[in-house]
């Protein structure tokens, strides 16, 4: 099955690979949930 879901990337200036995204990409995707943060 396959889902199409908006959603927001931010990447941090200068990350390597940044300008060679495009919409519509597919993508294989991680998330640190370890992280601390204060949910924003």
């Not at 931010?10 to 995204?21: I, K, N, R, S, T």
């Amino acid at each position: 099955m396959v889902q199409r879901l908006p959603v927001k990337i931010v990447l941090e200036p200068g990350q390597d690979g940044a300008a060679a995204l495009r919409v519509g990409l597919s993508v294989i995707t991680q998330i640190d949930t370890t992280a601390k943060g204060n949910g924003k």
